[in-house]
Nanobody, 123 residues
Framework: QVQLVESGGGSVQAGGSLRLSCAAS????????MGWFRQAEGKEREGVAGIDRGGTTRYADSVKGRFTISRDNAENTLYLQMDSLKPEDSARYYC?????????????????WGQGTQVTVSS
């Protein structure tokens, strides 16, 4: 059974930092394209960052220079370091795994999803 379990969310003031983790089980995460998505209340789920099997990363324009995605293959874990947080970053954050090597940020291209972790940034 495949599980992606996010952790590390919470409440923080604008300008602060959080580090999200996504622990994978049932799959070898290094074989997958891994991504972070977020969904704010009343909005569609959007891609935030992705990392391919070789470590090449991709970011949404809204988080470039502030967020960093990384993976620890030995721990089968994905991370998202979020710095200089803004109120508009408030959302539920999900990690996802795609077998496709180039899934982009199309949610339908991802095979497995976690349950998410809430991030709230106050001004």
């Amino acid at each position: 059974q495949v599980q992606l379990v996010e952790s590390g969310g919470g409440s923080v003031q604008a300008g602060g930092s959080l580090r999200l983790s996504c622990a994978a089980s049932g799959i070898i995460a290094s074989y997958y394209y891994m991504g972070w998505f977020r969904q704010a209340e009343g909005k569609e789920r959007e891609g935030v960052a992705g990392i391919d099997r070789g470590g090449t990363t991709r970011y949404a324009d809204s988080v470039k220079g502030r967020f960093t995605i990384s993976r620890d293959n030995a721990e089968n874990t994905l991370y998202l370091q979020m710095d200089s947080l803004k109120p508009e970053d408030s959302a539920r954050y999900y990690c996802a795994a795609a077998w496709s090597p180039v899934p982009g940020f199309q949610t339908s291209n991802y095979n497995y999803w976690g349950q998410g972790t809430q991030v709230t940034v106050s001004s």
